[in-house]
């Protein structure tokens, strides 16, 4: 991160309450430390009780400040019973980094049977993050003060094949954003969507494929959201992900030409159910010309 950047974003979040959902590893630990050592008291909400406790063990032995939620995002009932506890807990939370996520890799055609695939990744990633929101907003509304980032994927700008169930899990979770940031914009909430593109994160470590293809880092990809905690805006996205938005605004031919050569490019094979296979040379040609990309 830059040292502007690192200075601002110290000075935003310094005494700042901070609800980081998925905060047990890949982005959401990373961001989840960065924002401790800046000042901020963290709190930690994913599914797994003890890795919760771990993480929060290595914060308060850099001197930061976290607390532990377990909850599961997949069901209504306990994101209630959670945030019910978290507010009595804390008086008032300033950032929801909605960032637990679930992702799937199979083409709609082999899909056919699977519908629950669809069902398990709206539940995730979009209903148990509005749910979220739907119970700390009236707090942020009366306080007339908070930050919602809500971590989008590059897959909704450029329509990434394989992934059709997970980006529109995160088509809905814009949509909602995008109602919502007019409606609250009075009360000087901010929304924000992140557009992250592929990292390397244990939710992707099953696709071995993605050995061999450029990523970011998680620790490139809690940059983003600094950036966006510092900035406050609508959207936050890649290079490669606001051209994507724009060749599909202005020649959707071309973008749907561009997706369906690295769909054929990169087939469902052994490679995704485990067996280690090294790119050819047009593959990686084709991953680094679109870096960060999902294929």
């Not at 007339?144 to 992934?163: E, Y």
Request: charged share 20%; net charge positive; proline share 3%.
């Amino acid at each position: 991160m830059k040292k502007k950047l690192e200075h601002l974003f110290q000075s935003q979040v310094q005494g700042k309450v901070a609800l980081i959902t998925g905060a047990s590893s890949g982005i959401g630990l990373t961001i989840a430390r960065r924002l401790a050592r800046a000042g901020a008291h963290v709190l930690l909400l994913s599914r797994t009780e003890e890795d919760l406790l771990k993480v929060k063990a290595e914060i308060e032995q850099e001197g930061g400040q976290a607390s532990v939620y377990p909850c599961d995002l997949n069901d209504m009932d306990a994101i209630d019973h959670c945030t019910t506890k978290i507010l009595a807990d804390v008086e008032y939370i300033d950032i929801l980094i909605n960032n637990a996520g679930r992702s799937i890799r199979r083409a709609v055609e082999e899909s056919l049977d699977r519908f629950h695939d669809f069902e398990r990744t709206m539940q995730l990633n979009y209903f148990g993050a509005v749910r979220l929101v739907l119970n700390l907003l009236p707090h942020m509304i009366k306080r007339k003060n908070g930050h919602i980032i809500n971590i989008s994927s590059i897959g909704v700008l450029a329509n990434a094949t394989r992934f059709s169930a997970y980006v529109a899990s995160k088509a809905a979770l814009d949509a909602f954003s995008r109602c919502l940031a007019a409606e609250v914009h009075r009360h000087k909430i901010a929304i924000t969507s992140v557009y992250m593109p592929l990292v390397r994160t244990p939710m992707i470590a099953p696709t071995k494929i993605y050995n061999y293809v450029p990523t970011l880092s998680t620790e490139q990809a809690a940059d983003l959201i600094a950036e966006a905690i510092v900035k406050r805006p609508k959207s936050i996205a890649t290079h490669l992900g606001r051209l994507a938005s724009i060749s599909y605004a202005i020649a959707p031919s071309v973008n749907n030409t561009l997706m369906s050569i690295g769909f054929h490019l990169f087939p469902s094979s052994s490679a995704s159910r485990g067996k280690k296979e090294k790119l050819n040379l047009i593959q990686r040609a084709y991953a680094k010309l679109f870096p960060g990309e999902h294929w």
